[in-house]
């Protein structure tokens, strides 16, 4: 028989190893069903892949608040973050040229969004009132075909390019999205809502493959991100129909798609290369054009003020706001990419409503 005092001591262990034991087992349950783990390059794709994977864990995004996709400069803790993600999504090579040394070593899927197929793209110096933005990719939309194709080509659409051939890219495409040449691809593409539905549907798939438990999840998640965004749509087309007429500046060539989708025409840029300053000619003949118009807005993008919207519409009838193209501020929740839709449409709606 064993000591009185060494059974009490049984007791007690046997009271307190319950429990661990109880929690040593849910961890292991955790493990096995961890979050998948998504990387997007810029805020507004985490906001889209906020809007799929909500419920199901919480995207993670490279580029810090205010950084600039044209001109980051990778950290090491930025290339390990990119390898070790499971899936990574980014714009593509015409904007994030910095990106393609890294992507050639990584094993895990990527995709370069201006590659999915159904994708509308746009070119610097088109039209912003055509019905039709441009197609880089032409496919039947016929949503049986649609269907298959995707299923057939999942491996090709949403894996990241051969690296020879992203390199390639790279390199003739290089500068393009910096200097915004006539002909060269407009990579703001994020802000066209058609644009968004492709890359939320890509990530679904992609999301549902990498965690089969969640298909259901994603699916219904992407259902209702459709159902809102069309609601959204339709709210804003409205209001902005009633804009049209009355002009704006901006301080960067990025809003084209959003234009486009809402029939809406910038009337000068005052830097078309984006964060270059503009010279002194090209200034004057921008005070002249906004004397010209009369009273009109002035956009610029967050998170700084640039003394020059000031300088510009000192005395005259022009206002000056904010238009926030990258989702600046903006916490990546399923409603996310609504709110810098919506954003937008209501900066520019207000200011050109008030004139």
Known sequence: MLPIQFNRVLSVFRLFSRPLLLTASLFCTVSAHADVEVLTSIKPLQLIAAAVQDGAGKPAVLLPPGASPHHYAMRPSDVRQIRSADLFYWIGPDMETFLVPVLQGRDKPSAAVQSLPN???????????????????????????????????????????????????AAGHDEHDHDHRPGSLDAHLWLLPANAVVIAEAMARDMAKADPDNATRYESNLAAFKQRLTALDDRLSKRLSETRSKPFFVFHEAYEYFEAAYGIKHTGVFSAGGEAQPGARHVAAMRERLEQAGPSCVFYEPPVRPRLADSLTRGLPAKVAELDALGYGIDASAGGYEQLIDNLGTSLAGCLESL
Do not use: I, N, S, Y
């Not at 197609?135 to 020879?164: L, M, N, T």
């Open 119 to 169: 994708m509308t793209l746009r070119h610097f110096g088109e039209g912003a009132h055509d019905e039709h933005a441009h197609h880089d990719h032409d496919h039947d939309h016929d949503h049986d075909h649609d269907e298959h194709a995707h299923e057939a080509h999942a491996e090709h659409d949403h894996a990241e390019p051969d690296h020879k051939t992203v390199a390639a890219q």
